[in-house]
């Protein structure tokens, strides 16, 4: 069965902080990787994805996540946050079967 | 246009009633689903349609009952509401069950039970 952890709860960060996101998997077959991202009071959206190929991955908003295989990891990063970063952030996993999603990590961009 | 959408946006209701959320999606997708997000954020798969019909149900109670009349649509009607029935129900639809298919989620149904 897939699974995914997210190590940090909560991370709290002040403006143009460097990011980064912790996520592992556990799956014992071909693995597709997903990040989204949940504004407070909003619906979930897709930052980035990996399927296969270069393992670091550039998605949206200046988001980027790299893949490594041998750590079964999926980390979020983020040079320079902003205080509309601030969100909740969900690492999800897909093999054959649905989206299975990590707990989230709440992240707050202060000034 | 909105890709999925899902009414109503709340739910209120007392112990003991039954009530529907509805959701349509116009991407032309295959599969539909219904997570549950709990109070602690935690998102849950509860159901996985393809093709109107279920592929997937993941130990929910049997009060709940999804129905897809089509491709298009899937609703999730649940029979005598319990207060653990509180959470945020997200829709979604992707173009296949698994893989590679990246899920478009709905603005969700913030349920409150009373």
């Known amino acids: 069965a897939q699974s995914v952890s997210q190590h940090n709860h909560h991370v709290i960060l002040s403006e143009a902080a460097s990011l980064e996101l912790g996520c592992n998997y556990s799956?014992?077959?071909?693995?597709?990787l997903f990040w989204y991202v949940q504004y407070p009071g909003q619906h979930l959206q897709l930052l980035l994805k990996?399927?296969?190929?270069?393992?670091l991955v550039k998605g949206i908003k200046g988001f980027e996540a790299e893949f490594i295989k041998s750590k079964f990891s999926f980390n979020l990063r983020k040079p320079s946050v902003q205080w509309s970063d601030t969100a909740e952030y969900f690492c999800a996993v897909s093999g054959n079967t649905p989206l299975v999603f990590g707990k989230g990590t709440r992240l707050s961009v202060i000034a | 246009d909105t890709a999925v959408s899902q009414t109503p946006k709340y739910l209120v209701t007392q112990m003991g009633n039954d009530k529907s959320i509805k959701c349509e999606q116009n991407l032309g997708h295959d599969t539909m689903y219904w997570y549950k997000q709990d109070s602690k954020k935690f998102l849950k798969i509860m159901f996985s349609y393809n093709n109107k019909e279920l592929i997937i149900n993941e130990t929910v109670p049997n009060r709940f009952s999804p129905k897809s009349p089509d491709k298009a649509h899937l609703n999730l009607h649940i029979n005598s509401l319990e207060l653990g029935d509180s959470a945020v129900y997200f829709c979604a639809s992707s173009q296949q069950l698994s893989g590679t298919a990246e899920a478009f989620f709905g603005q969700g149904t913030r349920l409150t039970v009373v």
């Open positions: 799956y014992g077959g071909t693995v597709n």
């Open positions: 990996y399927f296969s190929g270069d393992p």
